[in-house]
Nanobody, 121 residues
């Protein structure tokens, strides 16, 4: 399973970016998808997560500004980021929990490469 993250870049405060995370390879089903970020000198933190039923969770600092979504037909997750702030700067990573075959319900987590988001003040 490979995850390809894209959509990062440099944006001014108040601007918007949309991150994408496309899953490819051999798997039975994608369960939850999530976005994490890591700012310089800080630990990686969960930003948003969406489960297989479409239920979402967000870290408090992005609530009302970020929206996580998924397109199951395309095996792709998205993170729409609006009203960006300099403190949103960091490397954003996507991950997904997948069921590899229909013979087992074991879930396996995979990570994509990071995409840099830089918000200037």
């Amino acid at each position: 399973v490979q995850l390809q993250a894209s959509g990062g870049g440099l944006v001014q405060a108040g601007g918007s970016l949309r991150l994408s995370c496309a899953a490819s390879g051999s798997f039975f089903s994608i369960m939850a998808m999530g976005w994490y970020r890591q700012a310089p000198g800080k630990q990686r933190e969960l930003v948003a997560r969406i489960d297989s039923g479409g239920n979402t969770t967000y870290v408090d600092s992005v609530k009302g500004r970020f929206t996580i979504s998924r397109d199951n037909a395309k095996n792709t997750g998205y993170l729409q980021m609006n009203s960006l702030k300099p403190e949103d700067t960091g490397v954003y990573y996507c991950n997904t929990d997948v069921i590899l075959t229909g013979r087992s319900l074991n879930e396996y987590r995979y990570w994509g490469q990071g995409t840099q988001v830089t918000v200037s003040s």
